[in-house]
């Protein structure tokens, strides 16, 4: 079973970006495998994200849609979370996730804070 690591997280102010990474075990994952990032922020039930498929269709929650870009690497080892104009109601711990195998990171936290 492949596995999956997100990183890139951290505090930052309202308005500023960050890019999460999320780097798969086996080689070429995101080119034989849907992936999705989702959120769970403090309080709340976690929430879908973002859906990047194989063939590159790309999809977006309203709350994220025109500031996050979801997009995997050349090798199809990584897939990534760009992440502008953040605000306090983005601060959550974010997992990335197989669709069809079910299997998900650890988790990175955002933290948006002035």
């Known amino acids: 079973q492949v596995q999956l690591v997100e990183s890139g997280g951290g505090l930052v102010q309202p308005g500023e970006s960050l890019r999460l990474s999320c780097a798969a075990s086996s080689r070429n994952t995101f080119f034989f495998n849907d992936v999705a990032w989702y959120r769970q922020a403090p309080g709340k039930e976690r929430a879908w994200v973002a859906t990047h498929s194989v063939n590159r269709e790309r999809s977006y929650a309203d709350s994220v849609k025109g500031r996050f870009r979801i997009d995997r690497d050349d090798h199809g080892n990584t897939a990534y979370l760009d992440m502008n104009n953040l605000n306090t109601e983005d601060t959550a711990t974010y997992y990335c996730?197989?669709?069809?195998?079910?299997?998900w990171g650890q988790g990175t936290q955002v933290t948006v804070s002035s």
């Open positions: 996730n197989l669709i069809h195998l079910g299997v």
